[in-house]
């Protein structure tokens, strides 16, 4: 009885089982995948938004230049419907930040804009408010 029950059904149970299996390995794949190309995709939002904001808004200082920063980070993240963080939009603005001032360090550049080397855009900007999107 049990060998005819396994004749008849055994092969449909193993695929049934396999493709669970290969189901459930996909999933987290894909999670794993989508983890790492959404913090590439904010990596590499907040690099262009940074620099539009110090090319666009030259006469703004610390305080707003990080305002328009955040706001511009959080908005086009949210019309790829990514969700971001206080804290990922600050450390994301301020690693952008630091390597503009390594940039113009290396490439022994003084900052032109008649301000002192403190007037890009993440500092001084602990007090900012932040919006998320919702």
């Known amino acids: 009885m049990m060998a005819e029950f396994i004749s008849t059904y055994g092969i449909t149970i193993l695929v049934t089982i396999l493709t669970s299996v290969a189901s459930y390995v996909g999933i987290a794949l894909k999670k794993i995948y989508e983890k790492y190309a959404n913090t590439k995709i904010k990596q590499d939002v907040a690099r262009t938004v940074c620099e539009a904001v110090e090319q666009l808004y030259k006469d703004l200082k610390g305080e707003e230049k990080y305002n328009r920063a955040v706001s511009g980070i959080v908005d086009v993240l949210a019309t790829k419907g990514i969700t971001i963080t206080e804290i990922e939009v600050k450390m994301l603005i301020e690693s952008t ?18 301000t002192d080397e403190d007037d890009f855009i993440g500092l001084d900007a602990g007090e900012a408010e ?5």
């Open 97 to 114: 930040c630091y390597s503009f001032k390594q940039a113009w360090k290396a490439a022994g550049a003084s900052n032109d804009t008649g």
């Open 130 to 134: 932040f919006e998320p999107a919702e």
